[in-house]
C-alpha cells in the first residue's frame, strides 16, 4: 500500500505488528524505608495497546475541548514534556485526530512557552506533572489555553498538590486533567478517526530563534512522509527487531523522524528517565540496536574514550593506539568493521558502553569532524552515517550511503528532493566552482512559517527552493561537504568576512576547551573569544603544571546547568594556565589552517557551560549570539582594550 499521511503508516504497522512491544519506560519506585529511588527495568507497551491508547486519549480530547472551547475544530494541542510514552500517544493521538501538535522543548522557560502558546494558540496544553504549578502560574497569560492535561499519575502522595493546582487554574477559567481521565473519557465514547489530506499540516515545529522570536515551521504529512520514504530508497534498514533509545528531544524534527522510521518498522523504543547524566546507565540496560545522536555527545564519547585509554599504562595506551590504527586502516582498504583481534582485545570494553549490540549509528544537527566519525566508526564496529538537513526540510536534504567509506562529507541528496548551488559572491564562493549556498526543492520542503509569510518568502522563493542558508561544494560523486555558513557571517574592519561557527568548530578541538564564543565587530581588526574550560582534561592538567593541589578530584563531563566547579573557576582565573590554554588553540588553529585574521587575538576563560538554563543556547544547543555579546560585554571590551594598549606603535617617515 502507497502510504501518504502518517496516521495511515501507523495504522499499518499496528495491524503487521500489534502484538510487538512499541513502547518502553523505566517505572521509579520509591523504597517506603529509606525513601531511596528505586528504576525498574524497561516495561512495554505493545503496538496494539498504544494503538487503543492513542484512541482513547485522542476522543476524550476531542470531547474536552468541545467543552472548553466550544467551536474548535481542528486545533492544535501543545506537549511540554521530557521524551515519554504519553509524548508520543499524544501526538498519535493528533495525527489520528486531524489535530496539530505543537511542541514545546522541556528545557523551555515562562517567556518563551508563553510566546509560542500565544503565537500558536493551542486551546489545550499537555505538559509533565513537574511544569503543571509552572504552567498554572502563566497560563491566565495564555489566553487561547483553557484546559490543561497533565502527563502523571494522580498519586496519594501527589493528589492533595493536584486538587490545589487544579482549583488554582479553575479561578483562572482553565480546566485540569490527568491523562488517565483523558483516557477514560474516550474509553466511554470512542470517535471516529478523522481521516488527514496528505497536505494537511500534522505539526507546527519552533525553531531556534537564537537572533530573534522562534519562527513556527509548518509541517504537512506529505513532508514528512516524503522525508521518511527518501530514507528507505536511501538505504536505511530499520526493522521489527531494532530496538531505539529515545533521548533527543521530541520537539526537535530529528527525533521526529527517527521516532516515526522506526515506529514504522515495527521497531520497540525505549525512552531515557529525562536525566543526561543517566543516559549511558539507561543505554546499558536497554541495550539499544539504532542510536540516533548528535555531534556534541559524540565528541564527548570519543574524548572519554581516549582520555580512559590514555590514562592507563604506557604500554596499554599504545595497545589502544595500534588497535585504533590497525582497524581504520583495514575498514578503509577493504570496508569489514570488525576484527577477531582487536575487538576481542580493546573494543568489547568500548561497544558496552552502549550496550554492545547498536549496529546503526547516526548523527546530524552539525557538523561532525571526519576523525571521529572514523574512530567511532572501528571502535563500535558498525557505519556511523551522517546526515545534514533543517527543521524547514522535515529534517532531511542529503544523507550518506551505508559502504562509503570516505569522511567530510555529509552523503547525496535524498531522493525526493533537487539541490543545488547558488553563488555567494561577497564569500567568494561561485556555483561555476561547484561551490555556494545549499537550496533544495522537493515535496519535504515546509508550508511555511506559522502567521508569518514575510519569513517564509525570505526563506523560500517563489518557484519552491529552500535557502538553507549553509554554504556547499559538490564532489564529482554528487557528494556535499558543508564548508560555511551564510547566516552568521560578519564583517571585520579590513573587509575580511568571518563565519565564526567554522571558527568555534576548529578551537573546541583543543583538550582544554570545551565551548567556544568567537565576536568580532565591523569597527576591529581583530577577533576575541570567550573559551568555556573543559574540567575533564583541565583538572588533571592543572593538577600536573602545579596549578592545583595534588589531591583536587577529578570532575565529570560539563553540562549545560550544572553547578560550577570551583576548581576550573580558579584555573580559568589563573595567568599561567591561560598562557597554555591559548598555546594549544594556536596549535589548534595552525593545523586547520586558520588565515590570520580568522584566529582570536584574546581570549577569555570561563568554568560555566554554555546552557539553555542561562540564556546562551537554544533548546537545539545553537549559540545565541546575541545574549552571549551583552553577558560578556565587559569582558569582550576589555580584551580589546588589552589589545589596543598591547599594539606595537606603528612608525611613519614624513
Not at 434 to 447: D, I, L, Q
Not at 642 to 648: F, L, R, V
Request: proline letters at 5%; hydrophobic letters at 40%; glycine letters at 8%.
Amino acid at each position: 500500500m502507497h502510504i501518504t499521511t502518517l496516521m495511515q503508516g501507523f495504522q499499518e504497522t499496528v495491524t503487521q505488528f500489534a502484538n510487538r512491544p512499541c513502547l518502553g519506560h523505566r517505572p521509579k519506585t520509591v523504597d517506603p524505608s529509606s525513601g531511596k529511588v528505586v528504576w525498574g527495568n524497561y516495561v512495554w507497551q505493545s503496538y496494539r495497546r498504544v494503538s487503543e491508547r492513542r484512541v482513547n486519549f485522542g476522543s476524550g480530547l476531542v470531547g474536552i475541548v468541545k467543552e472548553t472551547s466550544p467551536g474548535e475544530e481542528r486545533f492544535g494541542v501543545g506537549i511540554y514534556s521530557i521524551n515519554r510514552p504519553e509524548w508520543a500517544i499524544a501526538d498519535l493521538a493528533n495525527i489520528s485526530y486531524g489535530l496539530v501538535t505543537v511542541p514545546l522543548y522541556d528545557t523551555l522557560g515562562a517567556t518563551a512557552s508563553q510566546y509560542i502558546l500565544n503565537h500558536s494558540t493551542p486551546p489545550v496544553l499537555i505538559c509533565s506533572y513537574d511544569k503543571l504549578e509552572s504552567v498554572v502560574g502563566f497560563i491566565h497569560l495564555c489566553p487561547s489555553v483553557k484546559a490543561l492535561v497533565s502527563m502523571d499519575e494522580v498519586t496519594p502522595a501527589t493528589s492533595s498538590a493536584f486538587g490545589i493546582l487544579k482549583k488554582w487554574a479553575a479561578d483562572k477559567g482553565v480546566s485540569v486533567y490527568s491523562f488517565a481521565e483523558v483516557e477514560a473519557l474516550g474509553a466511554k465514547a470512542r470517535l471516529p478517526f478523522v481521516v488527514p489530506k496528505p497536505d494537511d499540516v500534522c505539526c507546527i515545529s519552533y525553531t531556534s530563534g537564537t537572533t530573534g522570536e522562534p519562527k513556527g515551521a509548518m509541517l504537512t504529512h506529505r513532508n514528512l512522509v516524503s522525508m521518511l520514504q527518501s530514507s528507505l530508497d536511501h538505504g536505511i534498514d530499520y526493522n521489527e527487531n531494532d530496538v531505539y533509545i529515545s533521548y533527543l528531544p521530541m520537539a526537535h524534527v530529528y527525533e521526529k523522524v527517527a521516532f516515526t522510521a522506526l515506529t514504522g518498522m515495527g521497531a520497540a523504543v525505549g525512552f531515557y528517565r529525562g536525566d543526561v547524566g543517566l543516559l549511558i546507565e539507561d543505554i546499558a540496560t536497554l541495550r539499544p540496536t539504532v542510536f540516533c545522536s548528535v555531534p556534541r555527545l559524540l565528541n564527548r564519547i570519543h574524548d572519554k574514550i581516549h582520555a580512559q585509554a590514555n590514562s592507563t599504562t604506557a604500554f596499554r595506551a599504545a595497545l589502544f593506539k595500534k588497535a585504533v590504527d590497525a582497524k581504520i586502516e583495514n575498514y578503509e582498504a577493504s570496508g569489514i568493521l570488525t576484527h577477531s583481534i582487536w575487538d576481542a582485545l580493546v573494543f568489547r570494553k568500548v561497544q558496552a558502553a552502549l550496550g554492545g549490540r547498536v549496529r546503526s549509528i547516526a548523527s546530524s544537527s552539525a557538523p561532525i569532524h571526519p576523525g571521529v566519525l572514523s574512530f567511532l566508526t572501528v571502535a563500535f564496529g558498525c557505519e556511523v552515517l551522517e546526515a545534514y538537513g533543517q527543521t524547514e526540510a522535515a529534517g532531511g536534504i542529503t544523507m550518506q550511503v551505508k559502504g562509503d567509506r570516505d569522511s567530510g562529507h555529509v552523503g547525496s541528496v535524498l531522493t525526493s528532493l533537487e539541490l543545488k548551488l547558488v553563488s555567494v559572491p561577497e564569500m567568494n564562493y561561485f556555483a561555476k566552482d561547484n561551490k555556494g549556498e545549499v537550496w533544495a526543492r522537493g515535496p519535504t520542503v515546509f508550508k511555511g512559517y506559522f502567521k508569518d509569510e514575510a519569513k517564509t518568502r525570505e526563506a523560500v522563493t517563489e518557484d519552491g527552493w529552500l535557502k538553507t542558508g549553509d554554504i556547499g561544494r559538490l564532489d564529482e560523486l554528487g557528494r556535499l561537504y558543508i564548508i560555511d555558513r551564510k547566516k552568521n557571517i560578519f564583517k571585520l574592519s579590513q573587509g575580511e568576512y568571518i563565519a565564526p561557527e567554522k571558527i568555534e568548530n576548529v578551537y573546541i578541538k583543543a583538550s582544554t576547551v570545551v565551548q567556544m564564543f568567537v565576536h568580532g565587530e565591523s569597527l576591529r581588526n581583530e577577533l576575541v573569544g570567550i573559551a568555556v574550560l573543559d574540567p575533564e582534561t583541565c583538572i588533571p592538567l592543572g593538577r600536573k603544571l602545579g596549578l592545583l593541589p595534588a589531591n583536587t578530584p577529578d570532575s565529570g563531563v560539563i553540562l549545560p546547568g550544572a553547578p560550577v566547579n570551583p576548581h576550573v573557576v580558579t584555573l580559568a582565573q589563573n595567568p599561567e594556565f591561560k598562557k597554555y590554554v591559548m598555546k594549544e588553540m594556536a596549535a589548534v588553529a595552525a593545523n586547520a589552517k586558520l588565515a590570520g585574521f580568522e584566529q582570536v587575538k584574546a581570549v577569555h576563560l570561563v568554568g560555566e557551560a554554555f546552557g539553555v538554563e542561562n540564556g546562551l543556547l537554544t533548546p537545539t544547543m545553537k549559540l545565541k549570539r546575541v545574549d552571549a555579546v551583552k553577558k560578556f560585554s565587559k569582558e569582550i571590551e576589555a580584551m580589546y582594550k588589552d589589545i589596543e594598549a598591547n599594539a606595537k606603535p606603528v612608525s611613519s617617515k614624513l
